[in-house]
């Protein structure tokens, strides 16, 4: 059993549960048996809220009161649980300077590359995860946005790295290649790589049907590398935690036991070290 959670979310990303006050995700957590977690919630950009369109993450403006909430939280819970303040960011090379705030003000960042960049016109577009419409040359480009994110020192941890075989019908050439660069990556950086156990949980809850991830094929590559591997909620809604052992169980059956046998779990110890 894995006793840190490092990747929630808050009410302010407008896709959680609308009752899970901060409290009660903590509350959760405790009643789990967590020793540590972290507020990871998607973070807010000074100029850009979503490039749908769609509001998916806190505003600006909400960004003090909610740093400010996790510090009240640190100190009420001090006795029961370690409590970090963190982001699940993008890396958008535009909004450098932003980032380098955030970084600074959180004790973890999660790399979540939710968005594809134009190199050529500087436009972030959503990531688009069908095979219909994203071209070989925008997929190419995930591996390159984290690896700069990792050369500039943002990430403490990978999230979701397999995101980018959402919807894609087959595991060929190209996506086998952007699986060993992104655990080169991992390996040449000491990156944490998170297995996402949020698709899992909503498809056992009957939310949702398809498992885009884990991905097996993906955790296979990843297994031929030293490179470590955690458990990632995704909590954005409370019946997550309470699926978290069974979300593990079924993440070890589509990842399958040879693999899993070969990837290494690191330690919320190895995370915190490296931040510092
Ligand atoms: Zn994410
Ligand atoms: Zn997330």
Redesign the pocket.
């Known amino acids: 059993m894995y006793k840190f959670s490092f990747?929630n979310?808050t009410t302010r990303c407008q896709h959680a549960q609308p009752d899970m006050s901060d409290d009660s995700l903590v509350q959760a957590h405790i009643a789990k048996g967590f020793t540590s977690m972290a507020f990871?919630d998607?973070c807010p950009w000074k100029t850009l809220i979503h490039p749908s369109g769609i509001r998916t993450r806190m505003l600006y403006s909400e960004k003090k009161e909610y740093i400010a909430s996790i510090d009240m939280l640190k100190k009420k819970y001090a006795e029961e649980i370690n409590i970090f303040s963190g982001y699940?960011m993008e890396y958008i090379p535009s909004l450098h300077e932003e980032m380098v705030q955030m970084r600074k003000e959180a004790d973890l960042i999660?790399l979540?590359q939710h968005y594809l960049y134009n190199y050529d016109t500087g436009s972030v577009q959503g990531f688009n995860y069908s095979q219909d419409h994203i071209s070989e040359k925008d997929l190419l480009h995930y591996p390159v946005l984290i690896e700069q994110a990792a050369r500039e020192g943002f990430p403490d941890i990978i999230?979701h790295p397999d995101i980018y075989l959402k919807n894609r019908l087959t595991f060929g050439d190209t996506e086998e290649r952007i699986a060993h660069r992104i655990a080169q990556i991992a390996v040449q950086h000491h990156l944490p790589l998170e297995i996402n156990l949020?698709h899992i949980a909503a498809c056992m809850d009957g939310r949702m049907s398809k498992e885009h991830y884990p991905n097996a094929d993906f955790w296979r590559v990843v297994s031929q590398y030293p490179v470590q591997v955690l458990f990632g909620i995704?909590c954005h809604w409370l019946f997550q935690l309470d699926l978290y052992e069974a979300s593990i169980k079924r993440a070890q059956e589509i990842i399958g036991k040879k693999t899993m046998a070969a990837l290494s779990f690191c330690t919320e110890e190895d995370i915190i070290r490296r931040r510092r």
């Open positions: 990747h979310h990871t998607h699940e999660l979540g999230a949020a995704d």
